[in-house]
T-cell receptor
Framework: SQQGEEDPQALSIQEGENATMNCSYKTSINNLQWYRQNSGRGLVHLILIRSNEREKHSGRLRVTLDTSKKSSSLLITASRAADTASYFCATDASLGNQFYFGTGTSLTVIP | NAGVTQTPKFRVLKTGQSMTLLCAQDMNHEYMYWYRQDPGMGLRLIHY???????AKGEVPDGYNVSRLKKQNFLLGLESAAPSQTSVYFCASRAGLRGWNEQFFGPGTRLTVL
């Protein structure tokens, strides 16, 4: 399987703190995407980083990519209770048609 | 725009029964995907389509069939349901350009096979 893995599996923090989650994958990629899933809902796209990029920002989100280590991290700054959700990374196969999702990090932000 | 919709939202089947899950998108997307999500497993790709009339196998295709007769619809069929197919099924779509854009997901179908 080319499925990636997120670390940690679960994370609990206080509102206002930063949350960092990591993703490792197995094969070469064109890009890596992060998605959020609220309980009982579908996934929502957060941010995409291309293989030739090392860092990308979007609002309170910061994503880094290290292709030599086949890993990425997602940082959520100044977390809010509304950030409580599961977060998944997804990588594309070489042709860019298929995507492989990690196992997810469950984030709980305590008000 | 409704985005990506899935029908039904919930279903309970007995072993051996068949059913079809319907996914519809109104964004004129070329690519459509069916995933299953199991606890601790993340999402796994079942089948996908890169355009009307095309289908291809994903990571876990066994026991499922698909059809894409119209660009806006992608159907997932279970011919003889098994308890191992108890899962939450998600459909997704995206525009073309290979991997350079996001997937839009439906709300999911929760299927239980007894």
């Amino acid at each position: 399987s080319q499925q990636g893995e997120e670390d940690p599996q679960a994370l609990s923090i206080q509102e206002g703190e930063n949350a960092t989650m990591n993703c490792s994958y197995k094969t070469s990629i064109n890009n890596l995407q992060w998605y959020r899933q609220n309980s009982g809902r579908g996934l929502v796209h957060l941010i995409l980083i291309r293989s030739n990029e090392r860092e990308k920002h979007s609002g309170r989100l910061r994503v880094t990519l290290d292709t030599s280590k086949k890993s990425s991290s997602l940082l959520i700054t100044a977390s809010r209770a509304a950030d409580t959700a599961s977060y998944f990374c997804a990588t594309d196969a070489s042709l860019g048609n298929q995507f492989y999702f990690g196992t997810g990090t469950s984030l709980t932000v305590i008000p | 725009n409704a985005g990506v919709t899935q029908t039904p939202k919930f279903r309970v089947l007995k072993t051996g029964q068949s059913m079809t899950l319907l996914c519809a998108q109104d964004m004129n997307h070329e690519y459509m995907y069916w995933y299953r999500q199991d606890p601790g497993m993340g999402l796994r790709l079942i089948h996908y389509s890169v355009g009307e009339g095309t289908t291809a196998k994903g990571e876990v295709p066994d026991g499922y069939n698909v059809s894409r007769l119209k660009k806006q619809n992608f159907l997932l069929g279970l011919e003889s349901a098994a308890p191992s197919q108890t899962s939450v099924y998600f459909c997704a779509s995206r525009a073309g350009l290979r991997g350079w854009n996001e997937q839009f997901f439906g709300p999911g179908t929760r299927l239980t096979v007894l």
